[in-house]
């Protein structure tokens, strides 16, 4: 939400499903490592920073 990106927009940016992302986004799943990087990449914030937001 905060860039204004549909799961659909963000799942094809990291090249996964938008269901992907809800099961992400809802904690019922969590990226692997690959795309762990990636979002922190793309979000401009620490690994360290999603990994606490989980806990």
Same mark, same amino acid.
């Given at each position: 939400?905060?860039? *204004? ?9 990291? *090249? ?10 809802? *904690?019922?799943?969590? /990226? ?13 914030? /620490? ?9």
């Amino acid at each position: 939400m905060e860039r *204004g990106l549909s799961q659909r927009a963000l799942g094809e940016m990291f *090249g996964v499903c938008n269901q992907t992302v809800s099961f992400w986004e809802s *904690g019922s799943r969590e /990226p692997d490592l690959d795309h762990l990087l990636k979002i922190a990449k793309f979000f401009n914030v /620490p690994v360290d920073y999603l990994l606490d937001e989980k806990a």
